[in-house]
């Protein structure tokens, strides 16, 4: 039997989110058109819009619909950030950093991963008003920024702050204080194929992508409506948030000297554990612990499915460890006995490997 | 048994974990990603993976096995990549599949095959890997046209004894195809790998003197008499038995002139008539020996480059200076870089690779 620890790359589809889509997929529509067909479909859209606004506290017409967390972080950065100077955390997602491009300045993080305040606010104050990008939970570590503290500074020097909810949103409240979050379908159990940002009062962007005027005009193309019904489904379900946090732990606790976990001094997401194995490349723990049948991953996934070394275990200053680091990412169905079960598949690879190593 | 597979996304390493699963083997598929395509091939856009990679994760797909694609650019480059550099800039052939071989392909994979628990390696190599009362040896293949074992003589004897080539046995590359067809494989009709992977466009000089400028510098075509007869663009671009690309100084009147020596201090491409090339005697060095290092003189047969049937000779292993003498029947050409392989028949017994005599 498999254990699925991946929930940071996918979470699995909730049944509320799987019953929507499919009721948006017969119902068919365009939430565009003029007639009945279409009527029906755009009330569909905009329940799901008030919906996630509810969620969130934002209001309804400040909730944009997009393709998903990459263009949700896309639009906030190329539409924010014109005319100011951008500045983005050293651990944020790819996504995040090929949007603020080549050159972004990045803010260090400290040992735990949080984001070092004191250099924060100097790189503030030196300059014109900035874009500060920076992710609420991060993919790997499950570390969470001081945000109240990033908002208090962005506030006093001008600033506009961008945060990359992808990986709280559905998990932990989502920080407030900000002025754009962005969130992903299938990373709180939608399908993939919709995100959305979600835009501070008052505040307006200019499409990245141009078309029908859809999303006021903020972005074209027709709404993937089943996508956006499964994700607001997904997001009215209980956030485990607890029950995770006790099987993480459970798990943390059963490891043994050994390991060490990345962020672990810092406030992180119930859900996730970046567990560092000395000496043992990440790729091997991957590949050794799915052949038992409990799926983790590590380092940035490329297209490809190679590993690498993880950037953002090197940005906590954790050197040659940054490449023997396994993210375990609970899902929100993981099964009681999810600690037991991984503990042994992990144990199991750590008594082969010091065998092998001898 | 459970068993790492190396695939290539070539049709040789993809039937060889389909006959492999065929037998009901728990087969792991791991294919190595060595640098980076797009770079390599200067394709704006390409995908990092490349088509190779590609392929070896749909015959896996096919095959239902899993796979993995291991990230081994910097390990490749430092190994390999430079190496082939270093090689060339110290005035040698270099033959980089077999560093390839002895560094990311054997020993990286066997330890991560024995890390996860796998019992055996097996690759697409043609050679053959016979059960004997020492340990595993290594035999040619048995198609004479396809034989790799040239290329394998530096694996040590453990890397061997956990290794498999279950295309050895294959008596032509057509069986490998029907092989593939046969199984289903998409890649059954894939053309065959050419030269040297990581130049897979344009001149394997321009990577040579991107990691060692020296190695492009211009310098003299002398005669072996002492005659300056032209200038070179670079010691990389000559190798001993060359009669190409020596310009003007590739005649001396009537006579054809060829790749004598290369000088790396003084940048010097020395050039002499066919029959001044030969060498009565040849020292290798990095000897690896997959047999009992002979003592004593031992008639054997010598292959001095990938392109040759072994050749009689005698060799002696001189331990005291790491160094495997070979004396040819008859005298031969020999580039220092490329590997001395040692054959009893059908066996290999050791090799190293060629070094130039002092003079």
Redesign the interface.
Known sequence: MTLYCDANATEPLRPAARAAVIAALDMGGNPSAVHGAGRAARRRLEEAREALARRFGARPGDVVFTGGGTEANALAIHGLGRGRRVLVGATEHPAVLAAAGPGATSIPVLEDGQVDLEVLKGLLAEGPPALVCLMAANNETGVLHPVAAVAALCQAHGALLHMDAVQAAGRIPLPQGADSWAISGHKLGGPPGAGALLLRPGLDLPALIAGGGQERGRRGGTEPLPAIAGLAAALAEPDEAGRLAALRDRIEAGLGGEAIIAGAGAPRLPNTSCIILPGVPAETQVIALDLAGVRVSAGAACSSGKVARSPVLAAMGLGPLAGCGIRVSLPWNAPEDAAERFLEAWSAMRRRLSKSAA | MRILVAMSGGVDSSVVAGLLKAEGHEV?GATL?LYDHGAATSRKGA???GQD?HDA?RVADALDI?H????RESRFRDAVVQDFADSYARGETPIPCVRCNQTVKFEDLV??A????AEALATGHYAQRVDGPGGAELHRAADPARDQSYFLFATTQAQLDFCRFPLGAMPDKAAVRAEAARLGLAVAEKPDSQDICFVPEGRYSDVVAKFRPDAAEPGEIVHLDGRVLGRHAGIARYTVGQGRGLGQASRDGDQPLYVAAVEPGRRRVVVGPRAALPQPEIAAAEVNWLAEPPNLPLSCQVKLRAREVPQPATVRWDAAAGLLRVTPDSPAIAAPGQACVVYDGERVLGGGFIRREAA
């Open positions: 792991i990603q995908c990092c993976a990679i994760r899993p993995y694609v291991l990230d330890g991560l024995r890390d996860l628990g």
